[in-house]
């Protein structure tokens, strides 16, 4: 299975340029900045990292490749996810998305993958519902988690997560607010927490853009 998602994420790539002939395929992509502190001991400078991203979505169908920084690592210099999924509307109300994810470092290679579901629910036109549910095969372990996002306005949104890991028992959770500038760029505020971690504050500047279709 894992060499399996390496050339599922590699072929979701590499089909890009192909698929942009068929109709209704969408392109984006985005870049962000985040600058993280540490909330135990007032506001102690934690970490900056670096973020980009591309996805491609044909028909429910979107694959792409995500890579992050990594601050002040020994031994390597970023992790990197390759995904691969199906989503869709099960009613005008519901939808769902299933998506097969692995994980790299830029030099210690494969670390593992998981299998996420994700079920939304439009609460009202300004307020969604989700349930995840993530099973990590080689630890046989499940992470359930709970979210809420409600839109203030056009500009400004609240969001919150709590959930559970089966792999350690922890309970964690976030809850942050984000402001758009645009319709392309946006800035976030988001503080986490964890039974087994200390909270973090995290302020994030965010650019997201369309490359297809959109």
């Known amino acids: ?5 390496t050339f599922a994420g590699a072929a979701a790539l590499a089909l890009l340029p192909l698929g ?10 985005g870049v962000a900045a985040t600058a993280a502190f540490d909330t135990d001991d007032g506001l102690t400078h934690a970490e900056n990292t670096i973020e980009a991203y591309i996805e491609a979505e044909l028909n429910g169908f979107h694959g792409g490749i995500w890579i992050g920084s990594l601050y002040q690592d020994p031994d390597d210099d970023a992790e990197i996810e390759l995904s691969l999924g199906y989503g869709g509307d099960i009613s005008d109300r519901l939808g769902y998305d299933v998506t097969a994810t692995g994980y790299y470092l830029n030099n210690g290679g494969y670390q593992s993958y998981d299998i996420a579901f994700e079920l939304s629910m439009a609460l009202s036109d300004r307020s969604e ?5 993530t099973w990590d095969p080689d630890a046989d372990t499940i992470e359930t988690t709970l979210g809420l996002e409600h839109a203030l ?6 969001a919150g997560e709590i959930g559970h890991s089966e792999a350690d028992d922890n309970i964690f959770g976030e809850i942050g607010i984000s402001y758009a500038l645009n319709d392309a760029t946006a800035v976030e505020l988001l503080y986490e927490d964890a039974d087994d971690e200390s909270g973090t504050l995290s302020l994030t500047v965010s650019y997201d853009f369309d490359l297809l279709g959109g």
């Open 153 to 158: 306005n056009d500009r400004i949104t609240l």
């Open 129 to 133: 519902g989700m349930l995840g549910l």
């Open 1 to 5: 299975m894992n060499t399996k998602l």
């Open 20 to 29: 942009a002939l068929a109709d209704g395929l969408a392109l984006t992509g």
